[in-house]
């Protein structure tokens, strides 16, 4: 796949960005998710920390909540940035989320120029290749 990010993709970036500046708060909001359907809708989400280790929500999984909620499905684009608007991996729970709910999605990942483009099945390819070995 095409690593180079594209115009949308930097203003995708910069929208949660935007949102973890604002909404930061320390024990509650370290992170921020945006994802961009076919369409151009644009869906964010913050992280939910919770006083219990393990019981907190990913931006990415409210993010792909709030785009369910609407009707959308045909999510194009997702990214995650931490408190400090540093584009992060999402976490191995949010790649399986994509690969159930937006396989084709391109995922914004860090990489040399602040990022790049990978798939859900290449974040988690072996869970792909299991899969289909199963079939």
Request: hydrophobic share 45%.
């Amino acid at each position: 796949m095409l690593n180079q990010l594209k115009k949308n993709h930097f203003y995708l970036i910069e929208t949660a960005k935007k949102l973890i500046s604002i909404r930061f708060k320390e024990n509650r909001h370290h992170f921020a998710a945006a994802v961009k359907s076919k369409c151009g809708k644009i869906f964010t989400g913050l992280q939910m920390k919770t006083s219990i280790a393990g019981a907190e929500i990913c931006a990415e999984a409210v993010a792909l909540a709030a785009a369910a909620e609407d009707g959308v499905t045909d999510i194009e684009a997702v990214v995650v940035v931490n408190r400090i608007g540093d584009i992060i991996a999402p976490c191995g729970a949010c790649r399986e989320l994509f690969l159930d709910y937006c396989p084709k999605a391109e995922i914004i990942v860090p990489g040399l120029g602040g990022g790049k483009i990978m798939t859900a099945a290449e974040l988690l390819p072996l869970r792909t290749t299991l899969l289909n070995e199963a079939k």
